[in-house]
C-alpha cells in the first residue's frame, strides 16, 4: 500500500517570500502521479500542480513549483512571491498510474499561513 | 458548469439517526470516491466506483453504504449515526482514461451529537 507523509503540520511565510512545503511518499510502483491539492478556508479542495512520475522534468505553474526526486521519494512543493490568498490547508496526494482501482492518496496536510 | 454537486452542506444528527449524502457530477466521469476528513488526519477514502453498478470499499467503509446506479450519482448512507461519523465528508469524480485530475465537491460537514 502506497503512504503518503507530511512532517510539517504548519508553516508559516511573510507576503512576498517563499516557502516549501515537504512531502515524501512510500510506493514499490515504478509509474505513478503526485499532485499537490490547496484546501481554502471555503473547504474547497482545488488542484494547484500535478507531477507525472515519468517526466523527469518538475512540473510548474506560475508561482509553483515541484522538487520531485523520484529516487528519495520526495514531491516538495515551493510557492514564490507568496500572498495572502495562500494562506490554506495543502495536500499531497498520490495515484497509482494505469488501470485498476487507484484513487488518490493523501498525506495529513500542512497548514500554510501567509502574514502581511 | 455545475462539476461535483455535494448535499447538505451542513447537517447535524443525533446518534443512532440514518441520513443519506447525495452526490451528483455532471462531467461523466466514470470514477467517483467518498472521502472524509477529520482534524489534522487528511482524506481518507471511504468507498469508491468505477462505474455504474460496481462499488467497493476503501480505507475506512463501516458504518456507511454505497449505490451507484447511475453514471452521474453516488450517494453515500449513513446508518445508526454514531459522533465517530462527525467529519467533513467530500465527494470527488475524476476520469481516468483521459484525466488525472479528481474534481470535488464542496464537502458536508455532518455533526452527530
Known amino acids: 500500500a502506497q503512504t503518503v507523509t507530511q512532517s510539517q503540520p504548519e508553516m508559516s511565510v511573510q507576503e512576498a517570500e517563499t516557502v516549501t512545503l515537504s512531502c515524501t511518499y512510500d510506493t514499490s510502483e515504478s509509474n505513478y502521479y503526485l499532485f499537490w491539492y490547496k484546501q481554502p478556508p471555503s473547504r474547497q479542495m482545488i488542484l494547484v500542480i500535478r507531477q507525472e512520475a515519468y517526466k523527469q522534468q518538475n512540473a510548474t505553474e506560475n508561482r509553483f513549483s515541484v522538487n520531485f526526486q523520484k529516487a528519495a521519494k520526495s514531491f516538495s512543493l515551493k510557492i514564490s512571491d507568496s500572498q495572502l490568498g495562500d494562506t490554506a490547508m495543502y495536500f499531497c496526494a498520490f495515484m497509482k498510474h494505469g488501470a485498476g482501482n487507484t484513487p488518490l492518496v493523501f498525506g495529513k496536510g500542512t497548514r500554510l499561513s501567509v502574514i502581511a | 458548469n455545475a462539476g461535483v454537486t455535494q448535499t447538505p452542506k451542513f447537517r447535524i444528527l443525533k446518534i443512532g439517526q440514518s441520513m443519506t449524502l447525495q452526490c451528483t457530477q455532471d462531467?461523466?466521469?466514470?470514477?467517483m470516491y467518498w472521502y472524509r476528513q477529520d482534524p489534522g488526519m487528511g482524506l481518507k477514502l471511504i468507498y469508491y466506483s468505477v462505474g455504474a453498478g460496481i462499488t467497493d470499499k476503501g480505507e475506512v467503509p463501516n458504518g456507511y453504504n454505497v449505490s451507484r446506479s447511475t453514471t452521474e450519482d453516488f450517494p453515500l448512507r449513513l446508518e445508526l449515526a454514531a459522533p465517530s461519523q462527525t467529519s467533513v465528508y467530500f465527494c470527488a469524480s475524476g476520469d481516468r482514461a483521459y484525466n488525472t485530475e479528481a474534481f470535488f465537491g464542496q464537502g458536508t460537514r455532518l455533526t452527530v451529537v
Open positions: 462531467m461523466n466521469h466514470n470514477y
